[in-house]
């Protein structure tokens, strides 16, 4: 199971940081990665990050050098940390989690077969 936590309304330019916490699994051999969905639009990516020892990481590139992913496997938890937010990055932010997938595969959604409820990032003007 995934448990998605931390969103909430925040003004422009403001932060969040979002936690996805595992039960259930082998957290240390799941790739993790962040979707988002707005009201009538299509879920995206947002960003991802890799099982491996060498953590690899990936990122929508309306978000690069705003957000920060990062996971501690002692905790068995993926954080996304959400700076100088914008009214676009309004939406629903789901975790999900996929094993055994491969470097170039972790941007799809499809590669991820455990999905977390969704927590709601609201960024007001």
């Known amino acids: 199971q995934l448990q998605a936590s931390g969103g909430g309304l925040v003004q422009a330019g403001g932060s969040l940081r979002l936690s996805c916490a595992a039960s259930g699994f082998n957290f240390d051999d799941y790739a993790i990665g962040w979707f988002r969905q707005a009201p009538g639009k299509e879920r995206e990516r947002v960003s991802c990050i890799s099982s491996h020892e060498s953590i690899t990481t990936g990122y929508k590139d309306s978000v690069k050098g705003r957000f920060t992913i990062s996971r501690d496997n002692a905790k068995k938890t993926v954080y996304l940390q959400m700076n100088s937010l914008k009214p676009e990055d309004t939406a629903v932010y789901y975790c999900?989690?996929?094993?055994?997938?491969?470097?170039?595969?972790?941007?799809?959604?499809?590669?991820?077969?455990?999905w977390g409820q969704g927590t709601q990032v609201t960024v007001s003007s």
């Open positions: 999900a989690a996929g094993g055994g997938v491969i470097i170039s595969s972790m941007r799809y959604s499809s590669a991820y077969a455990t």
